[in-house]
């Protein structure tokens, strides 16, 4: 296939110019591109592979992009082949070196440790789904390929945002990490997210806290009623919450309702994670493989596209960052 309409749809999707194309331009010129391989459903059955080909090379650049700007800060990615398996080192040496540096004995001398690590291993499993396209709205414009794309990319990136999420949640129970490092109140407190936060800093440089909109919009730098300068307030104006609290950075998960009943919130907003910065990153991803994709062609003609592809989640440590958990908040839509 040509890199133009592999470029063209990489622009489409992520909603850029390209040479030649202003932003407005570019959705029609990638439909005309593919009119010319599959301008007929018999173009269509000739070249369907390359139409397939088109959309996993976009959908495999495009979402571990979307993955690393939403999570980098704390989650390492990784992206390796079919059958491969990916390995990330945990590194022991500052957790072995708190654990002797007080043990001195008379003669002054130190309890020596290693700089070393651990290989960890992640498996993978399969998420997929489908999406039914009418041939004939998408020849008249009526449906758009970055719709499709849209689509998978979307659901691919919420099932990794819900695994992350999860086991996030389920180190709150775990009893390996320190009652310091987790806090549970009715609405939020200020000195207890001050203390977590101090907590997470003495194993890096810096701390972030990752949350959903919701939480975040408790989070405030007030002093007796009055912010410190007018960023926070316009911060607060534009996106609805601070992008730093007390020095610390707010990264939010965007926010997503388990069904289009629009019931419950897809991720349990009552959660504010505080994890390391600027050291070993406690999340690890893995997407294995490209994004496999397959057709199905329904009684009235319109296709049902379908697609998997193979991900998984790991986390490191238990005493490097910590957990609030605001019980005010709730999964339930209308209970906000």
Known sequence: ????????????????????????DVE?????????????MKDYQKNKWDLFELIQQTADEIVPNRIIDIMGQFAEVQQVGQGNKATFKKRLGKRRGKSFITKVSPAGTYEAFRLDSEVMEIPTQAVGAAAIIDWERYLDGLDDMADLVDIIMEGLEDAIYKA????????????????????????????????????VKSYGDNAIIFCTPLFARNLDNEIKGSYLNDTDKMEVRTQGYVGVYHGTPVVVLPMAVETEANLKWAYDPSYAFVM?????????????????????????????????KKYGVGMLYFNNWGVYKDTSLSVDVMSM
């Open 164 to 199: 992350v999420y999860e086991q996030l949640i389920a180190a709150y129970t775990n009893v390996k990490m320190p009652a310091a490092n987790k806090v549970t109140a009715s609405g939020f407190d200020k000195l207890a997210m001050d203390r977590l936060i101090s907590v």
């Open 28 to 40: 029609t010129a990638l439909r005309e591109e593919i009119r010319k391989i599959a301008g007929s």
């Open 1 to 24: 296939m040509e890199d133009n309409i592999k470029e063209l749809a990489l622009a489409a999707v992520t909603g850029k110019a390209v040479a030649n194309f202003s932003k407005a």
């Open 276 to 308: 390391p910065a600027g050291k070993e990153k406690v999340v690890k991803i893995v997407l294995e493989g490209d994004l496999q994709i397959n057709d199905w062609t329904n009684r009235d003609w319109s296709l049902e596209m379908q697609f998997y």
